[in-house]
């Protein structure tokens, strides 16, 4: 099946700090991708929806100048998370739509995020 | 809006028994209907999904879930579990209008553990 990496898949970085996670479609063109945020014992939260070539669209609740997303190619998109504070420590995912109409999402191994 | 319910948040059960986990989702429109399994130390991967037609879909592996319309439920069944079957496991539910395709809304998972 199609293959969705993370890269890294932990970071650890001091408050105020920026910190980018990278999401890649290894074997497959995504045109939509999203990014999802997963506190422990929590469901998946829907963050963003990222288009291939224009702006990110935020779900509600969620900070676009936080969360920064670009998303500048069919196999790669980027979650920045700007100034980190400690309550933004969680597990972040990504997933890739392949876009064959099966309404199919493909997702990463997700990136733990910890905020000293 | 959307939300999914799954009503037990961890499942003990023996290998070769039976196992059904419980999703209930609420929505005022039409949805698409998923399970996801995550393995330890593994993304998200798609186990079934109910878009239209049979109300009874089912996976490669053994399992099937049930799409119940008056009920609102979606339930996922096995009847023998194995051991590598130890996972949690996601329902998922999304808006099947075209405005919000691809939007995933998760419940908090189950996490099945099964024992020898």
């Known amino acids: 099946g199609a293959v969705v990496s993370q890269h890294p898949s932990r970071v650890i970085c001091k408050s105020g700090t920026s910190v980018k996670i990278e999401c890649r479609s290894l074997?497959?063109?995504?045109?939509?991708m999203f990014w999802y945020r997963q506190f422990p014992k929590q469901s998946l939260m829907l963050m963003a929806t990222?288009?291939?070539?224009?702006?990110?669209?935020?779900e509600q609740g969620v900070e676009k100048d936080k969360f920064l997303i670009n998303h500048a190619s069919l196999t790669l998109s980027t979650l920045t998370v700007t100034s980190a504070h400690p309550e933004d420590s969680s597990f972040y995912i990504c997933?890739?739509?392949?876009?064959?109409?099966?309404?199919?999402?493909?997702f990463g191994p997700g990136t733990r995020l910890t905020v000293l | 809006a959307q939300s999914v319910t799954q009503l037990d948040s961890q499942v003990p059960v023996f290998e070769e028994a039976p196992v059904e986990l419980r999703c209930n989702y609420s929505?005022?429109?039409?949805?698409?209907l998923f399970w996801y399994v995550q393995y330890p130390n593994q993304g998200l991967q798609l186990l079934l999904k109910?878009?239209?037609?049979?109300?009874l879909v089912k996976s490669i592996n053994g399992f099937e879930a049930e799409f119940n319309k008056s009920q609102t439920s979606f339930h996922l069944r096995k009847p023998s579990v194995h051991i590598s079957d130890t996972a949690e496991y996601f329902c998922?539910?999304?808006?099947?209008?075209?405005?919000?395709?691809?939007?995933?809304?998760f419940g908090a998972g189950t996490q099945v553990v099964v024992t020898p």
């Open positions: 997933s890739a739509e392949s876009g064959t109409g099966a309404n199919e999402q493909f």
């Open positions: 074997d497959f063109q995504a045109t939509t």
């Open positions: 990222s288009n291939e070539g224009s702006k990110a669209t935020y």
């Open positions: 929505s005022s429109v039409s949805v698409y």
């Open positions: 109910y878009l239209s037609g049979s109300t």
């Open positions: 998922a539910v999304s808006d099947s209008t075209t405005d919000s395709w691809g939007k995933l809304q």
